[in-house]
């Protein structure tokens, strides 16, 4: 018998919550190759309000995901590359059809992106000792240097090559120290960005930790790196915009602002990665009378 198909509703994912753009607006994602069950699919346009509103779910969970263990924040980005190993064939076909690669260039996309998340999980509990240090100092006192998260990130993820692994790259290190993040993916590829929402929502990750708001870099970035409660702000796919002017936007609130990177190495997997977003915090203490 037939029956009628079910086509997927590709909505944002703000706040650990499914919702369609404030103002209503959607936009064309088109297949490129046949074996997809539509020719094409709407995925929700964000604008300055969606942008807002997942800088305020941001804020709300830094708290909560900074306050968590090293091996707790691994555990749970471990169980990210759990789930999306479960659902790799759907990923895979996501890709293939709207991103015009043969299935397996697509399955060895979705692979690496699950390798990276366990490559990331593993530091979790690691990196503060790699990156802090106890500093010589001449006196009766302790002096200790510990890296900690700078608070929400807003990202622009890779818009040209794999929109997964791309996504992946710029998202996973961000996440490690314990920042919250605001991402825009790729805007003609958002589909796996987006199915990756539903990841997230099934591995533990705290509402609000991420936030994916498919549409225009070029017309959410801007409210993102001036936007006073954003911390820091990743212009890792922004290279095809007018990256010098966010950044001037960001000089005004004082963000961290990491520069575009371009080729098939750009945001490849790096303990650098992972220290750009965090805050040096050194400490003296007193040593005891023995």
Same mark, same amino acid.
């Given at each position: 018998?037939?029956?009628?198909?079910?086509?997927?509703?590709?909505?944002?994912?703000?706040?650990?919550?499914?919702?369609?753009?404030?103002?209503?607006?959607?936009?064309?994602?088109?297949?490129?190759?046949?074996?997809?069950?539509?020719?094409?699919?709407?995925?929700?346009?964000?604008?300055?309000?969606?942008?807002?509103?997942?800088?305020?779910?941001?804020?709300? %969970?830094?708290?909560?995901?900074?306050?968590?263990?090293?091996?707790?924040?691994?555990?749970?980005?471990?169980?990210?590359?759990?789930?999306?190993?479960?659902?790799?064939?759907?990923?895979?076909?996501?890709?293939?059809?709207?991103?015009?690669? &043969?299935?397996? =260039? %697509?399955?060895?996309?979705?692979?690496?992106?699950?390798?990276?998340?366990?490559?990331?999980?593993?530091?979790?509990?690691?990196?503060?000792?790699?990156?802090?240090?106890?500093?010589?100092?001449?006196?009766?006192?302790?002096?200790?240097?510990?890296?900690?998260?700078?608070?929400?990130?807003?990202?622009?993820?890779?818009?040209?090559?794999?929109?997964?692994?791309?996504?992946?790259?710029?998202?996973?290190?961000?996440?490690?120290?314990?920042?919250?993040?605001?991402?825009?993916? &790729?805007?003609? =590829?958002?589909?796996?960005?987006?199915?990756?929402?539903?990841?997230?929502?099934?591995?533990?990750?705290?509402?609000?930790?991420?936030?994916?708001?498919?549409?225009?870099?070029?017309?959410?970035?801007?409210?993102?790196?001036?936007?006073?409660?954003?911390?820091?702000? #990743?212009?890792?796919?922004?290279?095809?915009?007018?990256?010098?002017?966010?950044?001037?936007?960001? =000089? #005004?609130?004082?963000?961290?602002?990491?520069?575009?990177? &371009?080729?098939?190495?750009?945001?490849?997997?790096?303990?650098?990665?992972?220290?750009?977003?965090?805050?040096?915090?050194?400490?003296?203490?007193?040593?005891?009378?023995?």
């Amino acid at each position: 018998m037939s029956r009628l198909a079910v086509p997927k509703t590709y909505k944002l994912y703000v706040g650990g919550k499914f919702i369609r753009s404030e103002s209503g607006r959607v936009y064309e994602v088109a297949t490129t190759k046949g074996s997809f069950s539509v020719s094409s699919v709407n995925a929700a346009k964000a604008s300055r309000k969606d942008a807002r509103d997942a800088v305020v779910a941001a804020r709300a %969970a830094v708290s909560g995901w900074s306050g968590t263990t090293g091996y707790n924040r691994g555990q749970v980005l471990y169980r990210i590359a759990e789930i999306l190993d479960g659902r790799r064939a759907q990923f895979a076909e996501e890709i293939a059809a709207f991103e015009g690669v &043969s299935a397996s =260039a %697509a399955q060895a996309q979705v692979d690496e992106a699950i390798d990276l998340w366990v490559w990331y999980a593993g530091w979790a509990d690691k990196y503060v000792q790699v990156a802090g240090n106890g500093n010589a100092v001449s006196g009766p006192f302790f002096n200790l240097s510990v890296p900690e998260p700078t608070g929400v990130v807003a990202v622009i993820a890779p818009q040209t090559g794999s929109s997964l692994l791309g996504f992946v790259r710029a998202v996973a290190p961000v996440l490690v120290s314990g920042n919250t993040v605001v991402v825009i993916p &790729s805007e003609k =590829a958002p589909l796996a960005a987006l199915s990756l929402g539903e990841v997230f929502a099934t591995s533990d990750v705290p509402a609000g930790v991420v936030n994916v708001l498919s549409g225009s870099p070029a017309e959410i970035a801007p409210w993102l790196a001036a936007h006073a409660d954003v911390n820091a702000l #990743d212009l890792l796919g922004a290279g095809e915009l007018d990256w010098v002017d966010l950044q001037i936007a960001a =000089a #005004d609130t004082l963000k961290r602002v990491l520069p575009p990177e &371009s080729g098939p190495d750009a945001g490849a997997p790096s303990l650098e990665r992972i220290t750009f977003f965090t805050e040096t915090k050194t400490v003296w203490h007193t040593k005891g009378l023995l």
